[in-house]
């Protein structure tokens, strides 16, 4: 997997926290979030979307747990409530992302067992690919 520039381990203590974020000074158009090596996906997913005109957050999200405990304001902060596109993506099962993707988002993952194979191979058969998370952000976005 791709080495990504390192965090601050205050973010990472508290859940989650923006890895990137699309030039400007205004609120993104979306939102992605990965977990893990899926950060990376979702690094390359904002490129896409970036090349399509709209802006990006990317958050990184290692534990649902430590960010739900954080105050409400730090969690309004990584993700503003005004943002209702949201896609996440995790080489795991999707239960769960609803908490952070809303109504209206979608989320990425593998809800079944029992495939093996090099894990390019895999992401590449289940969908877990930049492609199908820009796909994703442009639906939720109602451009695609």
Known sequence: ?????A???DGTLRGAYVVAE?????L???ILIGTGTEVSLAIEAMKLLEADGIAVRVVSMPSWELFDQQPQSYRDSVLPPEITARVSIEAGRTIGWEHYVGLRGKSIGL???G?????KELYTEFGITAEAMAAAAR????RG
């Open 28 to 30: 993104p158009d979306v």
């Open 1 to 5: 997997m791709p080495t990504l520039e």
């Open 7 to 9: 965090s601050s381990s």
């Open 22 to 26: 699309s030039a400007g000074d205004g």
């Open 115 to 119: 495939a093996s194979a090099p894990y």
């Open 111 to 113: 809800d079944h067992f």
């Open 139 to 142: 639906q939720v976005l109602g």
